[in-house]
C-alpha cells in the first residue's frame, strides 16, 4: 500500500495529475447538473403557474 | 438522404435520442474508466526508464486526445450548422467548447507534471504541448466569441465561422510547431514520442482513453438538452414533458 | 460597373481615405520601430546578443503593429453603413474584401516593409539576412492583412473587440512568425531558405484564395 501511494518517489507528479483529472471530471458533471436544474426548475414554476391559471 | 439528418435534428427527436445516448455513454464511460484506473493504477507495469511516472500518461495521453477530438466536433458540427442551419449543432459545439477547453488545459498541466520528473523542467517548447498551448487559446477564442455577442444565434454562426478556420488552420499550426521543434531541438526523439506500446499500457491507455471520449458525449449531450429544453419551453412536446415529468412526482 | 473597376474604386477609395488620416499608416510604423527599439533596452545592447535574436524580434514587432492596424480595415466602413452597402451590391463581397485587404497592406504592410532594414541596422542584423529578412516580410505582411481581416469581420459588431481580436487572430499568425523568422535565422546561419519561403509563398496563396471567403462570410454575419 505504501509502495502504491510512494508511486516509486514520483508520488507527487502522478497522484497531483490523476486529482486534476478527476477534478475536470467533477466540474463538467456539476457544471451539466447545475444546467439541468435550472431548466427543470424554470419550466416546473412555469407549468405551475400555468396550472393555477386554468384551475 | 438529407431528410434523414432533418428528422434526427428535429428539436423533439434529438431530445429523445441524445437522452439515450447520453445514458449509455454515461454507464460504459463509467465502467471503463473503473478498468481503465485499475489497469493504469495497478495492474501495468512501471516503464523501464521512467518509472512510475509513466502512470501520468495515462491521464495525459487520454486528455490531449480528447482536446482534439473535441474541436473536431466542434467544427463537424459548425458545419452543419452553418450549411443545413440546424439549431442543435450550434448547442452542442457550445456545450462541447468550455469541456474541450477544460481537458486541452488538463492535457497541458499533466504535460508539464510528467515533464519536470523527465526533463527537470515544468515546461519545455516541445512540439505537442505547445501546440496544445495554442489550441487552448483556440478553445478560449471561441468560448470568448461566443460570449461577447449579445444575440444567441448571431453568436453562434459568427463561432462556427471561427471553429471552421481554427480547424483549417490546426494542421498548419502543426506543421508549423513540429517544425520549429525539430530546429531548435535537434532530431532527438521528442519525449513523448512512444515506440509501440506493449499490451499491458496499451490497455489502460485506450480503457482511459475510450472512457474519456464517452464521459464528453454525455456531458456535451445533456447539457445541449437542457440548452434545447430552454429554448423551447413553449412547444407542446416540452409542456408534454413537464406535465408528465410533474405528474410522476419525480426529478 | 464591372468587378475590376470596382475593386480598383474601391481599392483608390481606401487609399486616399488613408492617406487623409496620417494616423493609419504613421501609428503602426511608429509602434513597429518602438517595439523593437524596447529590445536592446530591456535586455542588454550587446551585439552578439541582438543579432541572435533579431529575426524573432522584428517579427513579433511586425505583428504587433499589424495587429494594431486591423481595426482600420473595416471600422469606420461599418460604422458609416458603406459596409452595408457593399454586402449589398451584386459583386461578390469576397472579391471586395480583397480590394480592401490590398489596400490595407499598402497603408500598413509595405511601411513597415520599407522600415526594416533600418531596423535590421539598429538590431545588427548581418546584412546578407536582410534581403531574406525583406522577402519574409513582403510574403508575410499580407497573410497578415488577410488572415487578421477574418478576426476584425468577425468582431467589427463589438463594442470593445480589440483583446478578443488579439486572442482570436494570434494563434493564427503562430505558423506565419514560425516560418518567416526560422528564415531569417536560417539565412544568418548560411543555410538553405527555400522550404521556410516557399512554405510562406504556399500559405499566402492559400490565403488570398480563401481568406475574403471567410472574411465576407463573417462580415454578413457581423451586418445582420
Redesign the interface.
Known amino acids: 500500500m505504501d509502495e502504491?501511494l510512494h508511486?516509486?518517489?514520483?508520488a507527487l507528479?502522478?497522484w497531483?495529475?490523476?486529482l486534476?483529472?478527476l477534478l475536470?471530471?467533477v466540474?463538467?458533471?456539476w457544471?451539466?447538473w447545475r444546467?439541468?436544474r435550472?431548466?427543470?426548475r424554470?419550466?416546473?414554476r412555469?407549468?405551475?403557474r400555468d396550472e393555477s391559471k386554468t384551475s | 438522404m438529407w431528410a434523414w439528418l432533418h428528422r434526427l435534428a428535429s428539436p423533439k427527436r434529438f431530445y429523445r435520442w441524445s437522452g439515450t445516448l447520453a445514458r449509455w455513454a454515461g454507464w460504459f464511460s463509467l465502467l471503463l474508466g473503473v478498468s481503465g484506473l485499475y489497469y493504469a493504477?495497478?495492474a501495468s507495469p512501471?516503464d523501464y526508464q521512467q518509472?512510475?511516472?509513466v502512470?501520468?500518461m495515462y491521464?495525459?495521453v487520454p486528455?490531449a486526445w480528447l482536446s482534439m477530438f473535441i474541436y473536431m466536433n466542434i467544427a463537424a458540427a459548425s458545419l452543419i450548422s452553418l450549411v443545413w442551419r440546424i439549431k442543435v449543432a450550434d448547442m452542442f459545439a457550445a456545450a462541447s467548447a468550455?469541456?474541450g477547453a477544460?481537458?486541452t488545459?488538463?492535457a497541458l498541466?499533466?504535460g508539464a507534471?510528467?515533464g519536470?520528473?523527465m526533463w527537470g523542467a515544468w515546461w519545455i517548447w516541445d512540439a505537442r504541448l505547445t501546440a496544445e498551448l495554442i489550441l487552448l487559446f483556440l478553445y478560449l477564442g471561441y468560448i470568448g466569441l461566443l460570449s461577447s455577442i449579445d444575440e444567441r444565434d448571431t453568436a453562434a454562426r459568427a463561432a462556427a465561422v471561427l471553429a471552421l478556420v481554427g480547424v483549417v488552420n490546426i494542421p498548419i499550426i502543426h506543421y508549423s510547431v513540429e517544425w520549429w521543434s525539430t530546429l531548435h531541438q535537434g532530431a532527438t526523439v521528442t519525449k513523448f514520442e512512444k515506440p509501440s506500446l506493449p499490451w499491458s499500457m496499451l490497455r489502460p491507455l485506450l480503457l482511459m482513453s475510450l472512457s474519456a471520449t464517452l464521459?464528453y458525449i454525455m456531458?456535451a449531450m445533456?447539457?445541449a438538452?437542457?440548452?434545447l429544453?430552454?429554448r423551447e419551453?413553449d412547444s407542446s412536446w416540452?409542456?408534454e414533458l413537464?406535465?408528465g415529468?410533474?405528474g410522476s412526482g419525480s426529478? | 460597373m464591372s468587378l475590376l473597376r470596382a475593386g480598383s474604386a474601391l481599392l483608390r477609395r481606401d487609399l486616399s481615405l488613408a492617406m487623409r488620416q496620417r494616423g493609419q499608416w504613421l501609428n503602426p510604423l511608429l509602434f513597429f520601430v518602438l517595439v523593437v527599439a524596447l529590445f536592446p533596452l530591456g535586455l542588454n545592447p550587446d551585439p552578439n546578443l541582438l543579432r541572435t535574436i533579431a529575426p524573432g524580434v522584428i517579427w513579433v514587432g511586425a505583428l504587433l503593429a499589424a495587429m494594431l492596424s486591423l481595426e482600420t480595415l473595416f471600422r469606420s466602413d461599418f460604422d458609416d453603413g458603406s459596409l452595408e452597402q457593399m454586402a449589398l451590391t451584386s459583386h461578390p463581397l469576397a472579391l471586395l474584401v480583397l480590394a480592401k485587404s490590398m489596400a490595407h497592406w499598402l497603408v500598413s504592410g509595405l511601411p513597415l516593409l520599407l522600415m526594416a532594414p533600418l531596423l535590421a541596422l539598429l538590431l545588427n542584423l548581418e546584412s546578407h539576412a536582410v534581403l531574406i529578412l525583406l522577402t519574409t516580410l513582403a510574403l508575410g505582411t499580407p497573410l497578415l492583412s488577410l488572415i487578421g481581416g477574418i478576426g476584425v469581420a468577425l468582431t467589427v459588431g463589438l463594442r470593445r473587440g480589440g483583446v478578443l481580436l488579439s486572442l482570436l487572430v494570434l494563434p493564427l499568425y503562430v505558423p506565419v512568425l514560425i516560418f518567416a523568422a526560422g528564415a531569417v535565422g536560417n539565412a544568418q546561419a548560411g543555410m538553405a531558405v527555400t522550404g521556410q519561403l516557399a512554405f510562406l509563398g504556399a500559405l499566402l496563396a492559400l490565403a488570398i484564395a480563401l481568406a475574403p471567403l471567410a472574411t465576407a462570410a463573417a462580415l454578413r454575419i457581423s451586418l445582420d
Open positions: 502504491f508511486m516509486g518517489g514520483y507528479y502522478v497531483v495529475s490523476y486534476l483529472g475536470v471530471v466540474v463538467n458533471l457544471q451539466t444546467a439541468e435550472v431548466v427543470w424554470q419550466l416546473k412555469r407549468q405551475r | 493504477l495497478l512501471p518509472g512510475e511516472s502512470r501520468i491521464v495525459h486528455a468550455p469541456i477544460w481537458f488545459f488538463l498541466v499533466t507534471l510528467w519536470k520528473p464521459f456531458v445533456r447539457q438538452r437542457a440548452e429544453l430552454s419551453t416540452v409542456r413537464v406535465a415529468q410533474l426529478r
